[in-house]
């Protein structure tokens, strides 16, 4: 069965509970989609593999040696093609033990990362909203080790080996992220 959107959607909230997943899932599909625009990607594709990477991360307690790894099965029924099981699977370089090595790869490690990231900084703001913060607040705040401490930086200075330096690679995501503002809640 070939997947669409909506059912993917479903698909995705009969595995995740967790409302803040679920908002990190909209993002990261929202920023999938912006970068395989820029980089004349496949945008559905795209878009679907960051909707559905972190599929199992419930089912697997988000145990690092496991996680990435289960949502193949989860997804079983549908026909989704071996790169986007693939990419899935790679954002978890923990659990494959195996390098990123494409750039499909990379933009879901990095683009999944830096959600979380822009979300961390969208909070600092008095009024908690991604149409206040400033892209260059969010660069000066990658420096601050204890800021967001949780999220990988060197997960988000993948961009580059896509091709997109940081500056940019920001400033994509955050305008990626304010079209699905509703959504996500910010
Ligand atoms: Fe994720």
């Given at each position: 069965?070939?997947?669409?959107?909506?059912?993917?959607?479903?698909?995705?909230?009969?595995?995740?509970?967790?409302?803040?997943?679920?908002?990190?899932?909209?993002?990261?599909?929202?920023?999938?989609?912006?970068?395989a625009?820029?980089?004349?990607e496949?945008?559905?594709?795209?878009?679907?593999?960051?909707?559905?990477?972190?599929?199992?991360?419930?089912?697997?307690?988000?145990?690092?040696?496991?996680?990435?790894?289960?949502?193949?099965?989860?997804?079983?029924?549908?026909?989704?093609?071996e790169?986007?099981?693939?990419?899935?699977?790679?954002?978890?370089?923990?659990?494959?033990?195996?390098p990123?090595?494409t750039k499909?790869?990379?933009?879901?490690?990095?683009?999944?990362?830096?959600?979380?990231?822009?979300?961390?900084?969208?909070?600092?703001?008095?009024?908690?909203k991604i149409?206040?913060?400033?892209?260059?607040?969010?660069?000066?705040?990658?420096k601050?080790?204890?800021f967001?401490?949780?999220?990988?930086?060197?997960?988000?200075?993948?961009c580059?080996?896509?091709?997109?330096?940081?500056?940019?690679?920001?400033?994509?995501s955050?305008?990626?992220?304010?079209?699905?503002?509703?959504?996500?809640g910010?």
């Open positions: 069965m070939k997947i669409s959107r909506d059912l993917a959607l479903l698909k995705l909230s009969e595995h995740v509970k967790n409302e803040k997943t679920i908002v990190h899932c909209l993002a990261s599909e929202a920023v999938m989609r912006a970068l625009r820029r980089l004349g496949d945008e559905e594709r795209w878009g679907l593999t960051g909707l559905l990477h972190d599929i199992d991360v419930e089912v697997t307690n988000a145990d690092p040696k496991v996680h990435a790894l289960k949502a193949e099965e989860l997804l079983s029924e549908f026909d989704l093609d790169e986007i099981l693939d990419a899935i699977r790679m954002h978890n370089d923990e659990a494959t033990g195996i990123r090595s499909f790869h990379h933009a879901l490690a990095a683009g999944e990362t830096i959600t979380g990231f822009i979300y961390a900084t969208t909070l600092v703001y008095p009024d908690k149409e206040s913060i400033k892209y260059k607040s969010v660069r000066k705040r990658m601050e080790k204890a967001a401490a949780g999220v990988n930086r060197d997960h988000i200075m993948e580059e080996k896509i091709g997109i330096q940081l500056d940019e690679f920001i400033q994509l955050v305008d990626a992220m304010r079209e699905v503002s509703d959504e996500i910010l």
